[in-house]
T-cell receptor
């Protein structure tokens, strides 16, 4: 069975600084997807960034980028130029690509609560 | 992006009553929807996978008779908490998979806070 581990329950960053959130996962599959979701105090889950395992290039979305190390099964999220609105719980998630992927469930880590200091 | 609407956002009910939560995909057809439960400061726990026109697939440990899921159309899935008790109080979230090129992405509803008195 696949597992996702986030070893940092809480992190803090100064506004405008950079922070990296860690995520490791365990799987025997070769084809899968990885995601970072953000859950602000409103509790609405928001997709931050996604990575296809078959792509070597790290995904980027504006101030958000990932460091995907497939051999090490590591998938960290870097937030540059942190803003107050980035304060939220961040979840790393894994999804198998087997069978097309559409019906496959997301496996979540335990989350990292990010605080942004003004 | 795709929009998933969840209703109600907050419901308070008496112990022993049943509560229905709706999850709608507003601008796409969702053959598969997912229902999660989240306790305070914890991660999302998948309860069941809802497939249009067929029975839901429940995760181990989730009571099928307690949490009834119906996915009668391509845009609507419902979760009914039957004979709710205080221990069922939680935050329930649905999500849906967008078909096509983005089929690996799940979009989430805003969640429903259930409080059972």
């Amino acid at each position: 069975a696949q597992t996702v581990t986030q070893s940092q329950p809480e992190m803090s960053v100064q506004e405008a600084e950079t922070v990296t959130l860690s995520c490791t996962y365990d799987t025997s599959e070769s084809d899968y997807y990885l995601f970072w979701y953000k859950q602000p105090p409103s509790r609405q889950m928001i997709l931050v960034i996604r990575q296809e395992a078959y792509k070597q290039q790290n995904a980027t979305e504006n101030r958000f980028s990932v460091n995907f190390q497939k051999a090490a099964k590591s998938f960290s999220l870097k937030i540059s130029d942190s803003q107050l609105g980035d304060a939220a719980m961040y979840f790393c998630a894994y999804r198998s690509a087997s069978g097309g992927g559409a019906t496959n469930k997301l496996i979540f880590g335990t989350g990292t609560l990010l605080a942004v200091q003004p | 992006g795709a929009v998933v609407s969840q209703h109600p956002s907050w419901v308070i009910c008496k112990s022993g009553t049943s509560v229905k939560i709706e999850c709608r995909s507003l601008d796409f057809q969702a053959t598969t929807m997912f229902w999660y439960r989240q306790f305070p400061k914890q991660s999302l726990m998948l309860m069941a996978t809802s497939n249009e026109g067929s029975k839901a697939t429940y995760e181990q440990g989730v009571e099928k008779d307690k949490f009834l899921i119906n996915h009668a159309s391509l845009t609507l899935s419902t979760l009914t908490v039957t004979s709710a008790h205080p221990e069922d109080s939680s935050f329930y979230i649905c999500s849906a998979t967008v078909p096509g090129l983005a089929k690996n992405i799940q979009y989430f509803g805003a969640g429903t806070r259930l409080s059972v008195l």
